[in-house]
């Protein structure tokens, strides 16, 4: 494919942006070549700046559970603007979307909504903190919950120590109360709570998506849910990525494991800049102005983004079968690339959680960040640029995950395998 004006339109934003791009990942840096600068999107589709189309497995990052530019989404969009883009004041939008997401989590009694996933976790932990009165924190190494100070943490010399930054400009002061442990290993848990008697809350992806597609075992989670109700600390389930993508109830309708806060974003805005974090009523009472937690934002419960958020929510409950079809469509896509990726003598892991699809070229299961980082980073770049040479646009790190939307077809999952067998020969043929 000829990419010359993406090429061309990198150059120039490079001189006035960081890097040419606003989000690191969308440099290619470890897949290699030119980003793609898109033009449009339509369906299952987009369009770059040079004409090229490609079925998109991105979806944004995961909000465009029914496509780009899906017509109910997009009317709700049209509607609000005519009535104004911002207020800073409340609104009945924000009252109706609150009642849609209360009632799919039986964990939250009240939601507040923000602008994005890294202020719905900050703010999260914030509450924890404040409600427990504690200071230090739990995290998991290869589980992302945004870009605050507190959670830019690094491991350090065990599987479980406390944090050192791992950006600078964030001091260590801010990342001293960060305790580190490794996904699906409730020991190195247990050696944070060892080391800390002043542990406030633990964050997890419950069904992590920041290290490619990686679910955290359900008996981890109880052991974890029983490790925090024994030391009076709080879970927070980070569901940005997965929630209302790999299950319509959270990932606690899946494990059985109720958590004491919870975070969202993406499928909640409909493709708008939205974060969410929600409660049981005791816990949310502590924010202010009802309680002395505090959080503010201008633009939180903006009229545009409720009025999306509404639209999409409202559409996925009117077809509660909508996961479990694109879990089968998803599951169809990483399976037939697994077997075209045999016949060519590569290991292959692959993973599905409702929309949500990952997949690892190693010969071991992963079940952690470790495991993700023994994967061949190579092969993924060789395979990412032959896909978006044949038109298929799938995310440009092995750490992300991919998404499946309602607007791709059963023909257009068949035609990804068969040009997977085809870059895969290629490769294997040098």
Not at 39 to 52: L, M, P, Q
Not at 206 to 214: F, R
């Given at each position: 494919?000829?990419?010359?004006?993406?090429?061309?339109?990198?150059?120039?934003?490079?001189?006035?942006?960081?890097?040419?791009?606003?989000?690191?990942?969308?440099?290619?840096?470890?897949v290699?070549?030119?980003?793609?600068?898109?033009?449009?999107?339509?369906?299952?589709?987009?369009?770059?700046?040079?004409?090229?189309?490609?079925?998109?497995?991105?979806?944004s990052?995961?909000?465009?559970?029914?496509?780009?530019?899906?017509?109910?989404?997009?009317?709700?969009?049209?509607?609000?603007?005519?009535?104004?883009?911002?207020?800073?004041?409340?609104?009945?939008?924000e009252?109706k979307?609150?009642?849609?997401?209360?009632?799919?989590?039986?964990?939250?009694?009240?939601?507040?909504?923000?602008?994005?996933g890294?202020?719905?976790?900050?703010?999260?932990?914030?509450?924890?903190?404040?409600?427990?009165?504690?200071?230090?924190?739990?995290?998991?190494?290869?589980?992302?919950?945004?870009?605050?100070d507190?959670?830019?943490?690094?491991?350090?010399?065990?599987?479980?120590?406390?944090?050192?930054?791992?950006?600078?400009?964030?001091?260590?002061?801010?990342?001293?109360?960060?305790?580190l442990?490794?996904?699906?290993?409730?020991?190195?848990?247990?050696?944070?709570?060892?080391?800390?008697?002043n542990?406030?809350?633990?964050?997890?992806?419950?069904?992590?998506?920041n290290?490619?597609?990686?679910?955290?075992?359900?008996?981890?989670l109880?052991?974890?849910?029983?490790?925090?109700?024994?030391?009076g600390a709080?879970?927070?389930?980070?569901?940005?990525?997965?929630?209302?993508?790999?299950?319509?109830?959270?990932?606690?309708?899946?494990?059985?494991?109720?958590?004491d806060?919870v975070?969202?974003?993406?499928?909640?805005?409909?493709g708008?800049?939205?974060?969410?974090?929600?409660a049981?009523?005791?816990?949310?009472?502590?924010?202010?102005?009802?309680?002395?937690?505090?959080?503010?934002g201008?633009?939180?419960?903006?009229?545009?983004?409720?009025?999306?958020?509404?639209?999409?929510?409202?559409?996925?409950?009117?077809?509660?079968r909508?996961i479990?079809v694109?879990?089968?469509?998803?599951?169809?896509?990483v399976?037939?690339?697994?077997?075209?990726?045999?016949?060519?003598g590569?290991?292959?892991?692959?993973?599905?959680r409702?929309?949500?699809?990952?997949?690892?070229f190693?010969?071991?299961?992963?079940?952690?960040?470790?495991?993700?980082?023994?994967?061949?980073?190579?092969?993924?770049?060789?395979?990412?640029?032959?896909?978006?040479?044949?038109?298929?646009?799938?995310?440009?790190?092995?750490y992300?995950?991919?998404?499946?939307?309602?607007?791709?077809?059963?023909?257009?999952?068949?035609?990804?395998i068969?040009?997977?067998?085809k870059?895969?020969?290629?490769?294997?043929?040098?």
């Amino acid at each position: 494919m000829n990419r010359k004006v993406s090429q061309k339109a990198f150059q120039e934003a490079q001189k006035l942006i960081p890097g040419g791009v606003d989000s690191p990942v969308r440099a290619f840096k470890s897949v290699g070549g030119t980003p793609v600068f898109i033009t449009e999107g339509k369906g299952a589709y987009i369009t770059d700046v040079d004409g090229n189309q490609y079925v998109d497995y991105v979806q944004s990052w995961g909000p465009l559970l029914f496509g780009h530019r899906d017509e109910s989404i997009e009317n709700a969009v049209i509607d609000a603007v005519k009535h104004g883009l911002s207020f800073g004041a409340p609104t009945l939008s924000e009252t109706k979307l609150a009642e849609l997401v209360v009632n799919f989590f039986d964990s939250i009694d009240k939601v507040r909504f923000v602008s994005s996933g890294t202020e719905a976790v900050m703010s999260a932990i914030r509450l924890a903190r404040g409600f427990s009165g504690r200071d230090d924190i739990v995290k998991f190494t290869g589980c992302y919950h945004g870009h605050s100070d507190a959670l830019l943490v690094e491991a350090g010399s065990g599987a479980a120590t406390f944090g050192n930054p791992s950006s600078p400009g964030v001091p260590a002061d801010f990342t001293k109360h960060t305790l580190l442990a490794e996904y699906n290993n409730i020991e190195s848990v247990k050696k944070c709570f060892e080391n800390s008697q002043n542990i406030a809350c633990v964050i997890i992806e419950p069904i992590a998506g920041n290290m490619g597609l990686v679910p955290a075992d359900k008996e981890f989670l109880h052991a974890l849910r029983e490790l925090c109700d024994a030391h009076g600390a709080l879970l927070i389930f980070d569901e940005v990525m997965s929630g209302f993508r790999a299950t319509l109830n959270g990932a606690e309708s899946i494990t059985g494991v109720k958590p004491d806060i919870v975070t969202l974003g993406k499928v909640i805005g409909g493709g708008m800049p939205v974060g969410a974090f929600g409660a049981r009523k005791e816990i949310m009472d502590m924010l202010s102005p009802d309680g002395p937690v505090y959080q503010a934002g201008t633009l939180s419960g903006n009229p545009v983004a409720m009025a999306a958020g509404y639209a999409a929510l409202t559409k996925l409950k009117q077809n509660a079968r909508i996961i479990s079809v694109l879990n089968e469509r998803a599951t169809r896509l990483v399976n037939g690339m697994q077997d075209a990726a045999r016949k060519n003598g590569i290991a292959m892991q692959v993973d599905t959680r409702g929309s949500m699809f990952g997949f690892f070229f190693n010969d071991k299961e992963v079940k952690n960040f470790h495991d993700a980082t023994q994967s061949d980073a190579e092969l993924f770049a060789k395979f990412h640029s032959g896909m978006l040479d044949e038109g298929f646009y799938f995310a440009c790190s092995q750490y992300e995950t991919g998404f499946i939307s309602t607007a791709v077809t059963d023909a257009m999952i068949e035609n990804t395998i068969t040009a997977s067998e085809k870059v895969f020969e290629s490769i294997v043929n040098g």
